[in-house]
């Protein structure tokens, strides 16, 4: 079953951290870019980070540089959002998605598989 699941999302005061994991289907995460994306209510999705199916390169939203960090394990299938210094405005559904093109991009149309997203709610 082609699926990826997101988990770790929740509710945390401002300047607290939290982190969040996204765990794939084989199928769709070996040779696969990983992007994070995130949805409040009212407004479009945004790219939060990608990272390549290596590794090795990373990107980030401007508003999240410096305070987010993704990363990924690929042995285990999984890709980590670790989220700190948050703020009431991180607040939204955040997605996990997988692009078979390989390296990152920071458009949602091009990625391919989604997963279902998290709440994170940052209070004040």
């Known amino acids: 079953q082609v699926q990826l699941v997101e988990s770790g999302g929740g509710l945390v005061q401002a300047g607290g951290s939290l982190r969040l994991s996204c765990a794939g289907s084989?199928?769709?995460?070996?040779?696969?870019?990983m992007g994070w994306f995130r949805q409040a209510p009212g407004k479009e999705r945004e790219f939060v980070a990608g990272?390549?199916?290596?590794?090795?390169?990373?990107v980030y939203g401007d508003s999240v540089k410096g305070r987010f960090t993704i990363s990924r394990d690929n042995a285990n299938n999984t890709v980590y959002l670790q989220m700190n210094s948050l703020k009431p405005e991180d607040t939204a559904v955040y997605y996990c998605?997988?692009?078979?093109?390989?390296?990152?991009?920071?458009?949602?149309?091009?990625?391919?598989?989604w997963g279902q997203g998290t709440q994170v709610t940052v209070s004040t």
């Open positions: 990272i390549r199916w290596s590794g090795v390169n990373t």
């Open positions: 084989g199928r769709i995460f070996s040779g696969y870019a």
């Open positions: 998605a997988s692009s078979s093109v390989g390296w990152v991009q920071i458009t949602a149309t091009s990625y391919d598989y």
